[in-house]
């Protein structure tokens, strides 16, 4: 069992930045790939991005490409997602999420998932 939690999020304007931050509880994230999702309001679950779990290669949706940066420390105990240029389409509620395998962009390859964190981007 792996327990994600969270930190980061809040309130931002357009244009801005924010990080959010998933650790996973007792243990590090070697050997899980680790995404990112979010749900706005009214809105499905989507994917936003992904680090594979061994050669730290990076996936984005192309929503966020460019402007969202998916990272994790050296020792592999937290993931980071920075994002930039935040924009109020991006307001949701973000969930961290770990895996072993298969496709990123699906939700229900997902084992493991965080508490979520709002995000709200207004002026």
């Known amino acids: 069992q792996v327990q994600l939690i969270q930190s980061g999020g809040g309130s931002v304007q357009p244009g801005g930045s924010l990080r959010l931050s998933c650790a996973a509880s007792?243990?590090?994230?070697?050997?899980?790939?680790v995404g990112w999702f979010r749900q706005g309001p009214g809105n499905e679950r989507e994917f936003v991005a992904a680090?594979?779990?061994?050669?730290?290669?990076?996936y984005y949706s192309n929503a966020v490409k460019g402007r969202f940066t998916i990272s994790r420390d050296s020792a592999a105990i937290t993931v980071y997602l920075q994002m930039d240029s935040l924009k109020p389409e991006d307001t949701a509620v973000y969930y961290c999420?770990?895996?072993?395998?298969?496709?990123?962009?699906?939700?229900?390859?997902?084992?493991?998932w965080g508490q979520g964190a709002q995000v709200i981007v207004s002026s």
């Open positions: 999420a770990a895996q072993t395998s298969g496709s990123y962009r699906v939700d229900s390859n997902w084992n493991y």
């Open positions: 007792g243990r590090s994230f070697w050997g899980y790939a």
């Open positions: 680090i594979a779990a061994t050669d730290d290669n990076t």
